[in-house]
């Protein structure tokens, strides 16, 4: 038996034809808050099995929030295959069952975001097929097992496409073939869930290129990990089930499937392209890891970057304080020294101004020479001066005493 993912993107409008985007921070509330309803939308199906079973509904296997307008639901096709005397026999069934909204309520509803003003749609599953637009089936829309009337539809839109993946199934495959081989008779399966693999690898890719576009990276409320992280995660889960549904499908002669002797042409044909098909994705889901590690480092270096230069800017600040106060505080203690009672400056006379400038300016000066040039640096070069100095004078009169010697000889 082998499991295929399923996943179904799906989006929330505003019906007012307004919509205000959720901040980093209440993106992450609504992402934890959907955690917790995803778990009690589990509780609420296992207590409902038995009797309480409502026949057709829809089930979900996981639930993402990739924005604050998109988010993808996670669904399972299963398929066990036996050998008969005559064949094979295959039984297939889905998680998709009615549309959404009348199923269990889960993250994917309105109440979730927080207001009645939002309609949730999902999309349509596009699969490429050669002629595909030339052909025109008519369906008719599903009726409910129990009463026979049509299932009930709420506002929004949440169809999904593997709910009609049955009324085209097998139409462009050879009965003959499908008869002799399991696998080319199910491969229209796999190759929807491959479809829906990439529409999922097509959204986070346009997320991680929003999160890395240079407008992002520049605003410094903008910029976070989180949405690049949760992605990442995504694409883990998806890259260990990738492996596993190429794994079976080239590992599949070894007797997990039955297989015809005299394999069709046409068999091998879809065999080899659901190999490419997969190892495609396979290859895009890690290069987009790949891309989440790279967005992360320079989220990180950016940010480090900006906090340098923000220190940078309060240091220069408090360069041209220091400098002010190289000035001031002169000031200030020339202000108190004579501000001070002392008998040598008589309590009942009073000091001119002049005398005050006259004290204050030579001090406010050499605060200022301490200011502009390094006097520690220029008090240890001084001693050094004065030893070149000396040196230089002794060498000299070292000359001129050789020179008078060399004469008289």
Known sequence: MIRLRITTIGSRIARGGWDKPLSQKELDALRKESKATLS????????????????????VRDFSLHSSDHFSI?????????????????????????????????????????????QTDTFPTIQHRPGIALRRYRVHRPRAPTTGSPIPRSNNNTQQSASLLHLDFGRKLKPDIMAQD???????????????????????????QLELDHSALIDLERQTVSNVVYNRRILERHVSYLKEVLMFVETRVDGYWPIHPDPDKLALVAINRLI????YLLAKAEDLIKECDTGVDIIAHNAMTQEAQSALKQTQGVVKLTKLAFVFVPLS??????????????????????????TSVPIVLISVLFMMFNISQMAKSVPKFFTKQKFKFGRVANDRAKQELDADA
Request: some cysteine.
């Open 182 to 208: 399991p696998f080319y008779a199910l491969h229209d399966i796999f190759r929807f869930s491959a479809f829906t693999t990439a529409q999922l690898l097509n959204l986070i890719q346009s997320k991680i």
């Open 276 to 279: 490419i098909d997969f190892k």
């Open 74 to 118: 996670e669904q399972d096709i299963s398929i066990c295959i036996s050998k008969a005397p005559n064949g094979w026999i295959a039984i297939v069934w889905s998680d998709v069952g009615h549309d959404l909204d009348s199923s269990t309520q889960g993250p994917w509803s309105t109440e979730p975001f927080r207001t009645k003003s939002w």
């Open 40 to 59: 009690k939308y589990f509780d609420s199906l296992s207590k409902s099995l038995g009797s309480n079973t409502v026949l057709g509904e829809s089930h």
């Open 333 to 358: 203690f020339t202000s108190s020294f004579f501000g001070m009672n002392m008998r040598e400056f008589g309590t009942s006379t009073s000091i001119e101004l002049t005398t005050w400038l006259a």
